[in-house]
């Protein structure tokens, strides 16, 4: 949990917060509670599928997205590579959300 906690304040070096935590765990959270989902809604389940696809996903996406914009605050190296990873975070989360 600490962790975590790292991440949102922006506490983490840019690198692992955008490929630890928002690419390969965004991608682990949001493939996994979208297969849940799935499951879910084929076994006439659609209460428990929401709950699955977007109680679970959806604050993990807010916290890497503004853990990743913080954290690229405080990058000191190449500007454009904290503005590539703001915007990258933001798009793809925001669409791995709204999916």
Same mark, same amino acid.
């Given at each position: 949990m600490s962790s975590l906690l790292r991440l949102y304040r922006g506490e983490l070096p840019l690198d692992t917060a955008f490929w630890t935590w928002a690419v390969f765990g965004g991608l682990v959270v949001n493939v996994s509670s979208s297969v849940l989902f799935l499951i879910l809604l084929t076994q006439?389940?659609?209460?428990?599928?929401? &709950?699955?696809?977007?109680?679970?996903? &959806?604050?993990?996406?807010?916290?890497?997205?503004?853990g990743v914009?913080?954290?690229?605050?405080?990058?000191?190296?190449d500007p454009a590579w904290?503005?590539?990873?703001?915007?990258?975070?933001?798009?793809c989360m925001t669409l791995l959300t709204v999916t």
């Open positions: 006439d389940q659609p209460l428990w599928a929401f &709950v699955a696809g977007y109680v679970y996903s &959806v604050p993990y996406n807010v916290i890497a997205t503004v914009w913080r954290s690229a605050g405080h990058y000191d190296s904290a503005t590539f990873t703001r915007l990258i975070t933001l798009t």
